[in-house]
């Protein structure tokens, strides 16, 4: 759709990628998380293709406010018809919540936004190969949870994706 070429080691990578995540996403999770895990796959491919097919030449950090502010609103949407809405504000909660706001939402998105206008979107979204896998190591780090052996090669696999997805042979002089 964007005229963006891939080599065949660049869909090696995405197929590894895939398996990956696959790979890592635990076996006992109930089905409809992992339908919901494809949907929104399926959004933020959809969504990049957008982005980058029709708004181009929209600077990223601008972009990153349409998108968030345009997630906001449905998220508020959804939540007011499906959910009784109830919070109990701590510190640790606010804490929390301004961490993911600020690094996770605006700082991530807008790095996604810089790599799709720099490298193109196929080599943006492959970064969301990584996400799984460094979810679980963070969790192994700091929760103390424990990593099978199908995850960490997993890991290794979607790490592997991404790599071939990035890597450009170098020229022979």
Avoid: C
């Amino acid at each position: 759709m964007l005229g963006e070429r891939f080599a065949w080691w660049q869909w090696a990578g995405v197929a590894l990628g895939l398996t990956g995540v696959v790979l890592g996403v635990r076996h006992t999770a109930d089905y409809s998380i992992v339908a919901l895990l494809a949907l929104s796959l399926f959004g933020l491919s959809g969504g990049s293709l957008y982005l980058k097919k029709f708004a181009a030449d929209v600077p990223p950090f601008e972009a990153t406010a349409v998108q968030l502010v345009g997630g906001a609103l449905m998220a508020i949407l959804l939540m007011l018809f499906l959910e009784t809405p109830h919070a109990r504000l701590t510190g640790g909660l606010i804490l929390a919540m301004t961490w993911n706001v600020l690094f996770m939402s605006i700082g991530g998105m807008a790095i996604y936004n810089l790599m799709m206008d720099r490298y193109g979107a196929a080599k943006a979204a492959s970064g969301f190969f990584i996400v799984p896998g460094a979810s679980a190591l963070i969790a192994w780090a700091l929760l103390d949870e424990h990593l099978s052996t199908i995850a960490l090669i997993g890991l290794a696999a979607s790490t592997l994706g991404v790599v071939l997805v990035w890597w450009r042979p170098r020229k022979l002089l």
